[in-house]
T-cell receptor, first 112, second 114 residues
Framework: GESVGLHLPTLSVQEGDNSIINCAYS??????FIWYKQESGKGPQFIID?????DKRQGQRVTVLLNKTVKHLSLQIAATQPGDSAVYFC???????????FGPGTRLSVLP | KAGVTQTPRYLIKTRGQQVTLSCSPI?????VSWYQQTPGQGLQFLFE???????NKGNFPGRFSGRQFSNSRSEMNVSTLELGDSALYLC?????????????FGSGTRLTVV
């Protein structure tokens, strides 16, 4: 499949373990954040979002944490599965603007 | 419901040529955004269209242009292609644009300039 990023940071986890993917965002004024998952040959897929008035949000097997003090987002995936192998991007929305700024991405590799 | 459809899926062009890519958004979505994805630069915003008007624009040269039709379908055009334009071009649609559950992305058009 197409290469999303040849030199992305890679996180390798054992199947069944929990994964934590981190992201530093750029603008303290950003008020909306999304995590996307991109599998080889596909476009990014929405996973979970969070607004700046929250510090934690949970979905199915995923949790996003927001630390505005240090401009940091994390994505936690519980009981990581082989199907979770992908590149994960955080995206920030600046002041309710019309575009998102994406982070460089992290490649998650799930080991059997 | 049908997702975001991008055509063609793959394209090979020669330096100096021009190219047009097409994006059909999810039915009812009025905002279409375009992104360029490369291994070196990641995902970079090109422009966003809403109701046939360009509403926001990224930092790309004027060789990159786009338009949106009354049915919300969008096209982007790159003129005078350069080798560095080789990338995956993604479009994304949303109801209104902005922070409303983010985008739904298409699978992209892989453009190779030789």
């Amino acid at each position: 499949g197409e290469s999303v990023g040849l030199h992305l940071p890679t996180l390798s986890v054992q199947e069944g373990d929990n994964s934590i993917i981190n992201c530093a965002y750029s603008n303290s004024a950003s008020d909306y954040f999304i995590w996307y998952k991109q599998e080889s040959g596909k476009g990014p897929q929405f996973i979970i979002d969070i607004r700046s008035n929250m510090d934690k949000r949970q979905g199915q097997r995923v949790t996003v944490l927001l630390n505005k003090t240090v401009k940091h987002l994390s994505l936690q995936i519980a009981a990581t599965q082989p199907g979770d192998s992908a590149v994960y991007f955080c995206a920030e929305n600046l002041n309710y603007g019309q575009n998102f700024v994406f982070g460089p991405g992290t490649r998650l590799s799930v080991l059997p | 419901k049908a997702g975001v459809t991008q055509t063609p899926r793959y394209l090979i062009k020669t330096r100096g040529q021009q190219v047009t890519l097409s994006c059909s958004p999810i039915s009812g979505h009025r905002s279409v955004s375009w992104y360029q994805q490369t291994p070196g630069q990641g995902l970079q915003f090109l422009f966003e269209y809403f109701s046939e008007t360009q509403r926001n624009k990224g930092n790309f040269p004027g060789r990159f242009s786009g338009r949106q039709f009354s049915n919300s379908r969008s096209e982007m055009n790159v003129s005078t292609l350069e080798l560095g334009d080789s990338a995956l071009y993604l479009c994304a649609s949303s109801l209104e644009g902005g922070p409303n559950y983010g985008y739904t992305f298409g699978s992209g058009t892989r453009l190779t300039v030789v």
